[in-house]
């Protein structure tokens, strides 16, 4: 569902099923993104508790010069 909407286009999100609900872990660029992700996991499976394991990446780029030995 994650990865073929096209809005979403999400493939590196991996949903378990437990006895209390859905886990979802993987990582995301953006926590607008990670919102986006759960809001649709919820919309498609309402009465089912969901926990989030989702973590975020930062894509800009480094703001301090890596010095190396």
Partial sequence: MLAED???AEQGITVV??????VL???VESPHRREEILR???ERFPD?????DIGVI???APTQVEELP
């Fill in 48 to 52: 089912v508790p969901i926990t989030s």
């Fill in 6 to 8: 096209p809005s979403v």
């Fill in 17 to 22: 099923r437990r006895e209390r609900g859905l």
């Fill in 25 to 27: 872990y993987g990582e």
């Fill in 58 to 60: 930062r894509t800009q």
């Fill in 40 to 42: 649709r996991v919820a």
